[in-house]
């Protein structure tokens, strides 16, 4: 075979969706419209690797600002893997985080691989499989997130995130065909969620909310917009006991598991309030 150098690059928004491609032959299941949301977050973010013209390797390095930074798309194509191209594109992604304090949501087959670069351990998050549908709770304090000002949700949103993600935000819970809603109380949002299409049924997440009682409500709502035919997917913190019940009361069945991991020290936030995570590979 012909000598074809390896280079790294910045992915335009074309190539993020190879990538997207890639963690679906994965069995990551990506939104339909991930792709899209994630390039809001910070378009340099995203690297590429090719060897001669093909793209064999890819990571998302997203520099929310100077401080914190989340790592994702960790892929070489099957056939390039054990040759050294998947560490080049690992170091050139943790070169553009250089100072932060960088997340992950790592397979935990690779946690010891993952240790070895400095990451740490937090916590484990658990994705759940169930199924759509039921009845819409009777809640007068439901609202579309689409008829607040973007900069309330936006508000909401930023106690559960080290880091402002203005543009992301805004994209996620305006994607297409998606379902966003929340709940206030006292004219005060009280809790915010979205469920979105995969390529496989729908992915709930964010599920954030003051309360337990909340959180069922907010769920039982953004399940009962798809229909009873389609899968649903929430993925909890496993430190936070109420999520898990909430799972497991609805019948979610366990269906995968990541290791939340840090180089830092453990960001300070409410994950007791955290019932559904927004996305593994960019928080």
Not at 143 to 150: C, M, T
Not at 219 to 244: C, G, H, M, Q
Request: aromatic share 12%.
């Amino acid at each position: 075979m012909e000598n074809r150098t390896f280079n790294i690059k910045v992915m335009n928004l074309t190539e993020l969706e190879i990538a997207a491609k890639w963690a679906l032959q994965e069995g990551w299941n990506p939104g339909l419209s991930d792709a899209k949301c994630y390039y809001q977050a910070d378009p340099n973010g995203f690297l590429i690797g090719y060897l001669g013209d093909e793209p064999i390797a890819s990571i998302s390095v997203v520099k929310y600002d100077d401080t914190f930074g989340f790592l994702g798309f960790y892929i070489v194509k099957p056939e390039y893997r054990g040759q050294g191209y998947g560490m080049q594109i690992w170091q050139a992604g943790l070169q553009y985080l250089a100072g932060c304090n960088v997340a992950l949501d790592g397979v935990v087959a690779q946690q010891d691989n993952y240790k070895k670069s400095g990451f740490k351990l937090a916590y484990r998050n658990m994705r759940y499989e169930g199924v759509g549908g039921g009845e819409a709770p009777d809640c007068s304090n439901l609202v579309a997130l689409e008829r607040l000002p973007v900069e309330e949700v936006i508000a909401y949103d930023s106690a559960f995130f080290p880091a402002k993600r203005v543009a992301f935000v805004d994209a996620w819970f305006n994607q297409p065909n998606c379902h966003a809603l929340g709940i206030k109380q006292d004219d005060t949002l009280a809790a915010i969620g979205v469920i979105r299409p995969c390529h496989v049924g729908y992915k709930i997440g964010p599920l954030y909310a003051d309360s337990a009682e909340l959180a069922e409500t907010l769920f039982l709502a953004l399940r009962a917009k798809v229909s009873t035919t389609e899968a649903i997917y929430l993925d909890v913190p496993e430190v936070n006991a109420a999520a898990v019940a909430l799972a497991q009361k609805y019948k979610m069945s366990l269906s995968f598991e990541t290791a939340r991991m840090y180089t830092g020290e453990q960001p300070d936030l409410p994950l007791t309030r955290v019932f559904g995570v927004t996305s593994f590979e960019i928080g």
